[in-house]
């Protein structure tokens, strides 16, 4: 599968083309700020874009929605939404087509209410759920706590060859990997939900004492 990061601006947001190459039918992941780039990448190499989707509804993920459906003619869906062609619902579980593959909703809830990531292929588009080297801001009750089975339940449940790409480069590195994570992200080494808070009440505590930028 093609991926193609693309750095729009805003809070170093991250938007997504992801391509099922021998179909050239692509995917589109929370257009931001410059959605005409990736509207022009597409059209540069040949892809055809059937699905826009945000992680969560948040403006600096979400904002680009318009132009990009100008520009495609495809309407951006988010958790809960129903695309008005297939009647499919973007909920857990659900699979939208794409090509010979397929984009799989991972309800994974905790940053928002709404946060969903996407498994397409060997890929999975993280939103503000995980980052590379750390997870997505919450509160320190029940969107933690929300946070943590979604990381715990869901991401660290695929495969550890599984790519990953967050939405936003605020972690150690831009993509990395399900494997590499559960190797090294401090927080998903934390040994239970308690010790997975206090971090993240201490996070800048930590960063300073482990050189972290």
């Not at 601006?9 to 938007?15: L, P, V």
């Not at 988010?78 to 579980?93: C, K, L, M, Q, R």
């Not at 397409?120 to 509160?139: E, I, N, P, R």
Request: proline share 6%.
């Amino acid at each position: 599968m093609h991926v193609k990061q693309f750095s729009p601006g805003g809070d170093r947001n991250f938007a997504y083309l992801a391509a099922d190459e021998p179909s050239g039918e692509a995917m589109v992941v929370d257009p931001s700020f410059t959605p005409e780039t990736v509207a022009r990448y597409a059209a540069d190499t040949g892809f055809t874009v059937r699905w826009v989707f945000n992680t969560h509804r948040h403006f600096d993920h979400s904002n680009g929605n318009a132009v990009m459906e100008r520009l495609t003619g495809v309407r951006a869906l988010a958790f809960g939404d129903t695309d008005p062609e297939t009647g499919i619902v973007v909920s857990d579980g659900a699979v939208f087509p794409l090509g010979d593959l397929e984009v799989r909703v991972l309800h994974t809830p905790g940053h928002t209410p709404d946060s969903i990531c996407l498994l397409a292929g060997d890929a999975v588009f993280t939103g503000d759920t995980l980052f590379v080297g750390k997870v997505g801001g919450t509160d320190y009750g029940e969107g933690a706590r929300a946070e943590y089975e979604s990381l715990h339940g869901k991401l660290m449940t695929l495969p550890e060859e599984t790519r990953v790409f967050p939405g936003h480069d605020v972690g150690v590195a831009p993509s990395s990997t399900i494997g590499r994570e559960k190797r090294t992200n401090p927080f998903l080494l934390r040994p239970d939900f308690a010790s997975f808070v206090h971090l993240k009440r201490t996070w800048l505590e930590y960063k300073r004492k482990h050189g972290i930028a």
